[in-house]
C-alpha cells in the first residue's frame, strides 16, 4: 500500500473530479489523473491501473446520469456492448505480448484528425441522421475500439464518439450517452485483468472514485444541458491535449525523428 500524504490525497480527489467531469463530456480525463499520480509517487503500471478503477466509476455515474435522462438506447447497444467485452478483453490479454511502441507513432496521428474533424468537417449537432452501419456492423467497430482500450487506452472515448457520430448519425449528445457506456464496459475489463496482477492501489483509486462520480454526474447534466456547443470544443481541446501529452514522451519515436531533423 502507497502511503501518500493527506493533502496529496486531497489533490488527487480534487484531480479525480475534474477527470470524471471531462470524462463525461469528451474524454480523456486520465491527462488529468495520470501525471498527478505519478507526481505522488505512484509507479506508471499501478497509475493507469488505479486511474483505471476510480475512472470505471466516473463512466458509470456518467451512463447512470445518460440513461436516467432517457439518452441511452440499451436496445441499440446490445451487440456493441458484447463486441467491446470481447474486444477489450483480447486487447489486455494482447498487450504483455506486442511491442506498443508503434501505437506512439500511429495514436497522435489519429487524434489529431479527429481534432481537424469535429473542428473542421461537418458542424456535429445534436439531430440524428441516417445510419451508415447496422447495429452488427458497428458492433465490430465497438469491438476494434474496445480492442484499442484493453490494449493501451488513451483516447477511446473520442473514438468512440467518433464512430457513433460517423457511422451511427447519432447527434451529439447522444453520441456521448452511448459513448459511456461503451467506455465503462472496455474500462471494466481493463480492471478485471490489471486487479488479476495486483497493480491496483484499491483504496487510493476508492476514494478517487469519489471524485470521479461527482465529477461525472457534473460533467453529464452540463452535456445535456449544453450540448454541442460544449461538448464539440471539449473533444476537439482533448484531442489535442493527447497529441502534447504523447508528443512530450522522450520515447515517441516521431519526436526522436523530429529532434534529428531539426
Known sequence: MLDVAPEFLTLLFLA??????????AGGGGLITVPVLL???????????????????????????????????????KLPLLFTVVGATLGALTVSFVDTTWLLVLLPLLLAGIALYFL????????????RLSPLAFGVVAGGIGFYDGFFGPGTGSFFALALVTLM?????????????LNFTSNIVSVAVFAVGGHVLWMVGLMMAVGQVIGGWLGSHAAMRFGPRLIRPLLV????????????????????WLETKF
Open 120 to 131: 473542421f468537417g461537418p458542424k456535429a449537432s445534436d439531430e440524428d441522421v441516417h445510419a
Open 39 to 77: 507526481a505522488v509517487g505512484v509507479n506508471p503500471i499501478s497509475a493507469i491501473a488505479t486511474n483505471k478503477i476510480q475512472g470505471s466509476f466516473g463512466t458509470a455515474a456518467a451512463t447512470w446520469t445518460f440513461w436516467r435522462k432517457g439518452r441511452i438506447d440499451f436496445a441499440f447497444l
Open 16 to 25: 479525480a473530479v475534474a477527470a470524471g467531469f471531462v470524462d463525461a463530456i
Open 237 to 256: 481541446l482533448i484531442c489535442l491535449g493527447m497529441v502534447v501529452k504523447l508528443m512530450s514522451d522522450p520515447t515517441n519515436p516521431i519526436r526522436g
Open 169 to 181: 448519425g447519432m447527434g451529439l449528445t447522444r453520441a456521448t450517452a452511448h459513448t459511456k457506456a
